[in-house]
Every structure is written in C-alpha cells, then in structure tokens.
C-alpha cells in the first residue's frame, strides 16, 4: 500500500494542552479514497504524547478511547485533552517512556478539540441550530399529519405509545432524507472503517518507518479500527488490543434494530443489578476506588447517575420534559438525593441535569454514517420501506423494554441502519473464521463479566480466522480505574510495554487484586464458558456490574453542570483543578 501522504506537520495545541513540552499536536494528509487518490484529501487531526529524551525509542502506541458526547459538553476540556492529561501519563509511564502515544480523530468520528486542525471529513451534523432542528420536525410533521407531542427542546411532554414510535420512526426517516439533501453523499461514502485502518498503517510508517509493527490499544466501538486491522493487514498488526470489543461478525452482518434490542436488554440488566446491590444497599464492596478509596454511598450514585447519562444517549433516540422521567417510578426511584461538596441535589435537580446534559449532546447524525457505512450488504429502497414497516409492528412489543431508562424507548440512530443508504467504498463484506491469520504477536482481548455497554462475546465473533489470540476477563464489579497496581492495568502495561502475555485468564477485582472472591466461580475457558455458569455468577454474592472507563468524565461533567446553573463559578474552578489530577 503507498501511503502518499506528506510528513505530520505540528499546529499549536489548545487548552491544557498548550505549551506542554511533552505533547504535540499535529495534522496528517492522506487520500479520501485509498484507491483513487486523484478523489482528494482527507486531513487527520492527532496528539502525541512523546518519549522520555533519556531512553531509546521503540515505536509508537497508538490510542482510540471511547467517549461519549454526554461526557464532554460541559466539562473543562475536551475528551481528547482530558485522556491525554489523566491516562497518557500513566500508560506512558507504564511503558517506561520507551513509546511515543498517538491519539486521533478518525475520519467520521466526533471532533475532540475545538478550533483549527479539525479531521476532515468529520461529524456529520445535520442541523447548525437547534432551532433549525426544531424547525425541521414541526415542518415534517406537518406533512406526515402528525400531532407534535414535543416542546420547542424536542423533549417529549407525555409517556409516548406505540403510535408515537411508529410516527417517530417515519420522522426520523425524513431527518435522515434531510441529512442527506444538505449533504456530499460521496464524501460520506469515505468514512468507512476500512479506510481509517489505512490511515492508521499510513501513520505508523510516517511515525515510526515504512513496514513498522502498528500498536494499537482501542477500547468499545474504537475497538473496530483494531479488529478491521487484523483482518486487513494481519501482517503489520503488532501489539494490538482490544478492550470491551465489538462484535465484528454482528457488525458487519447483522440487522442493527436486533442489536439494539440485544444491546438496550443487556444494559438495563447490569445496571439494574448494580443499582439494586451497589446503590440502593450502598454497598462499598463494588470494587470502585478513587485515590485508594472505596466510594461512599453518594460516589456510588455519583457512579451511577454518570452510566445512566451514558446508556440513554446510546441507547434511547428520543428525550423526555423532566415531568415525563418524574413520573416514571422506575427511573426516579433510583435518583436519590447526592450530595456533593457542602451541596445535594434531589431526584429532580439531578435528572434535570441529566436532561441537560443529553439535550447538549447530540441530535446529529453521531456515527450513523460510519457504523451503517460499513454494513456489507448493500442498500436496497425496497428492503429498506419493508423493514421499517417490520420494526413499526415490532415497536408495539419493544417500546417497554427498559422502564429503567425510559418509560417507553426508541433505538436511537446508530441502530436505524436500514435507513441509511450510503455505503463505504471499501468494506468488509465477510470475514473468514476459519484459522488464517497468525499475527507475529498475539492480539489481547480485554472482557468485562457484566459491562452494562459491552456484552461479552466469543473470541470467534471479535478476531475471527485469528489463532492466536487470546482473553482476560474482568470479573466482579468490572473495570477499576486505570491505574498502576490493578490487575487489569499491571496486564494492558506488560502487554503494550513488551508484548507480554497475561498468565491468567481473570481478574477479579478485589482490593488486593488476585484473591478470589468468595462465590466466584472462575471460568475455565474465557471463550467457551457455559452461559449456565455466568449465571451462577451473575447471582452469586459477588454479583455487580461494570463501568466504562469514561465515567469519571461523564461525573464531572454532570456535577459541573449542576452547579454552574446554581452559580457556583468557585467550585467550578476547583472542580478543573480536581480533574486533572483524576487517574482515570
């Protein structure tokens, strides 16, 4: 593959960011279309984080975290800052400074710094204003003979039914048509996947020489760009991690409204159980710490409050006035009263927030043009006006999925693939399980036993035709804070440091580390376990769920919100201060 890109060139960094000898930021060029140049180019916005002057360079390790946009509208940085402050310190120096680390926006996916440097072509948004979007739906309504039952916010005055679904999944037909008349629908078709993992080859030969090994550690749905590059350039693949990993065989294949389903079932499960045994009973036996200390009952529902923000705006394609959620015994019983600082808020002051936050989020394409870009089979009009008549009936079965959550839910975008028409240029269209593959180094699969956003899934289904991999499994709780003597954290830096692969298959999560806890059962087998025995364990004593790493900035995001509408620009402040010493 000729790369033809120019040499990364530096722009100034922004935020807390600038004037940190240590980091730099920087652009790169590569093709829109990997093959046919003649198309354009396409711009890449990264961050470095480079080496330690006194120790002998070894390569690069190259970094895609998952953030949410719940946890960055309101926070003093964005994401991209906020990881490169907090956890590239720790993994840089876990790797005893040996690596430079390298963060990216990949085409398509969400901007993570304000100002110029932006990748290009990047989020897709469909509305400048929230007014135009407001404008757009009462139009369209219109049209549809439809009665709004929303305020000018786009937030739902009353429980929605199974006629508001199946109106709501014609409107949100039309945003997309909408979408797309504003949009270069060539430009979209650039935004696949496989194109970013040539990308990403093309910056390991920048960075590090032509043919070096890619080091990659991705977690949730940037997991992806790791899974494409086994299955692309196996050959190149060095030491590659995927965290909380995707399906890729349902990725590619399945119908996205069944993964939702799957997906929306599986979160209000975990979370159900975490509020029922972690929160409600505060229980301190969670396995959450910060600073080496267990969380109280308010950090529990600090906790909490953070992944329900999280599991709404992923999971949830339409919002609610406060009135609404107040009235749903369900999600308002497991609010109660936090206190933070001298100050607590009530159930409705922190779903407010919630709302607040949600609203800040989104109501653009999110990776709608990405995820449904991929899909291997191609779009059909015909397919497609069935399909949405299959899911309207569906709807009357599915709208009370989760009262945990919503009182009656809608899949939110991501999950509405059968309406997006555009395909990537180059796709995966089917991946081989059969053994093919044999990485010189052995890619690590990183599980979570009940991470409410991250289903646990067969090696097969996530590196298929690869036979070497292997998988650890975090038990318990789920996911410690990232930071130098957990279990899972000594495993990601001996693996990303040397290539070294884990002797055990579980980590538990207990505070000393590798003791078993009492009612654990250890699987055998991290691929074939029985799902008889995950039962066992899902109701054992050690029963909780898991959180995904990004919590702590959904937290801060959510409290600052909070209390800047109260006024409180001092504890605002302090609350910067605060973050950036979090070892997230």
């Known amino acids: 593959m000729s790369s033809q890109n120019t040499d990364p060139r530096a722009i100034p960094c922004e935020g807390f960011l600038a004037n940190n000898e240590r980091i730099e930021c920087g652009l790169f060029d590569v093709p829109l279309d990997w093959a046919h140049p003649e198309a354009g180019r396409s711009q890449l916005h990264y961050t470095r984080y480079r080496t330690k002057p006194d120790v002998e360079r070894e390569g690069t390790i190259f970094v895609v975290p998952t953030y949410h946009p719940a946890t960055s509208p309101l926070s003093l940085s964005t994401p991209e800052q906020m990881w490169t402050i907090t956890t590239a310190p720790l993994l840089h120096n876990g790797t005893e400074g040996r690596y430079d680390i390298v963060i990216w926006t990949a085409r398509g996916y969400p901007a993570r710094q304000s100002g110029p440097g932006l990748t290009t072509p990047g989020h897709t948004k469909c509305f400048a204003q929230d007014e135009k979007r407001a404008?757009?739906?009462?139009?369209?309504?219109?049209?549809?003979?439809i009665e709004p039952i929303w305020g000018e916010k786009m937030e739902f005055l009353r429980e929605q039914t199974y006629e508001d679904a199946r109106n709501w999944l014609q409107l949100q037909a039309r945003m997309i048509d909408e979408c797309l008349r504003k949009q270069n629908n060539t430009i979209l078709s650039y935004l696949g996947t496989a194109a970013t993992v040539r990308d990403l080859v093309a910056m390991a030969d920048a960075f590090d020489g032509p043919g070096s090994a890619v080091n990659f550690w991705g977690t949730d749905s940037g997991t992806l760009i790791g899974e494409y590059l086994l299955q692309m350039f196996p050959e190149r693949a060095g030491r590659v991690l995927l965290q909380a990993p995707k399906d890729l065989q349902a990725y590619i294949h399945e119908d996205t409204y069944e993964t939702w389903k799957k997906d929306l079932l599986h979160a209000g499960d975990t979370l159900g159980r975490f509020v029922e045994f972690c929160v409600k009973n505060d229980k301190q036996d969670c396995s959450t710490y910060v600073h080496d200390q267990i969380l109280d009952a308010d950090g529990l529902s600090q906790v909490e409050h953070s992944m329900f923000v999280h599991a709404r705006n992923a999971y949830i394609g339409w919002r609610n006035a406060l009135s609404?959620?107040?009235?749903?015994?369900?999600?308002?019983?497991?609010?109660?009263?936090?206190?933070?600082?001298?100050?607590?808020?009530?159930?409705?002051?922190?779903?407010?927030?919630?709302?607040?936050?949600e609203h800040l989020a989104g109501w653009t394409l999110s990776m709608v043009p990405v995820f449904c870009g991929d899909k291997a089979a191609d779009y059909d009009p015909e397919v497609a006006i069935a399909r949405t008549r299959e899911i309207g009936a569906l709807l009357s079965e599915d709208i009370h999925l989760a009262p945990l959550f919503s009182s009656s839910v809608f899949p939110s975008l991501n999950y509405l693939c059968?309406?997006?028409?555009?395909?990537?240029?180059?796709?995966?269209?089917?991946?081989?399980?059969?053994?093919?593959?044999?990485?010189?180094?052995?890619?690590?699969?990183?599980?979570?036993?009940?991470?409410?956003?991250?289903?646990?899934r067969p090696l097969s289904h996530v590196v298929p035709g690869v036979q070497n991999a292997r998988s650890v499994v975090q038990m318990k709780f789920g996911i410690h804070l990232f930071r130098p003597e957990t279990c899972m954290s000594n495993i990601i830096f001996d693996y990303l440091k040397e290539g070294k692969l884990p002797g055990r298959s579980v980590c538990y999560g207990n505070p000393d580390l590798d003791t078993v806890a009492k009612g654990v059962l250890e699987p055998t087998d991290t691929e074939t376990t029985p799902v008889?025995?995950?039962?066992?364990?899902?109701?054992?004593?050690?029963?909780?769920?898991?959180?995904?790493?990004?919590?702590?900035?959904?937290?801060?995001?959510?409290?600052i919100m909070m209390m800047s509408r109260r006024g409180s620009r001092s504890r605002l402040v302090q609350s910067g201060r605060d973050m950036t010493a979090v070892k997230s």
């Open 532 to 559: 008889s025995q995950w039962r066992k364990f899902e109701h054992s004593e050690a029963r909780s769920t898991a959180i995904a790493m990004l919590g702590l900035a959904a937290i801060v995001a959510i409290v």
């Open 324 to 357: 609404v959620d107040l009235n749903n015994t369900a999600l308002a019983s497991v609010f109660r009263p936090v206190a933070f600082g001298n100050t607590t808020y009530n159930a409705a002051e922190t779903l407010n927030g919630l709302q607040h936050v």
């Open 418 to 456: 059968h309406l997006w028409p555009v395909r990537a240029v180059e796709r995966l269209t089917e991946v081989n399980d059969q053994p093919s593959k044999t990485p010189a180094v052995a890619p690590l699969v990183i599980q979570y036993s009940a991470n409410p956003f991250a289903r646990r």
């Open 135 to 145: 404008e757009f739906y009462r139009r369209a309504s219109k049209e549809l003979g």
